[in-house]
């Protein structure tokens, strides 16, 4: 199994993460937020958002960038 391949894009207020070949598997925060809490804590409070919202589509795909990221 091949390990997949991630993408970083930093501007000067955001930064978006990518999981590639993954339709829609993205992110973007505010380097403020990944400044004080963390990549790893940032896509683990956007997903647990979507989980209580019901988003399931969107919930898989932070999973896969978490999995990816080895959180």
């Given at each position: 199994m091949t390990k997949p391949t991630i993408t970083v894009k930093q501007s000067s207020h955001v930064t978006t993460v990518k999981l590639k070949g993954v339709i829609g598997a993205s992110i973007v925060a505010t380097n403020k937020d990944l400044a004080s809490k963390g990549l790893i804590a940032?896509?683990?409070a956007k997903?647990?958002?979507?989980?209580?919202?019901?988003?399931k589509h969107t919930l898989v795909k932070y999973e896969m960038l978490l999995t990816a990221l080895g959180a």
């Open positions: 940032v896509i683990q997903a647990d958002n979507c989980k209580a919202k019901g988003y």
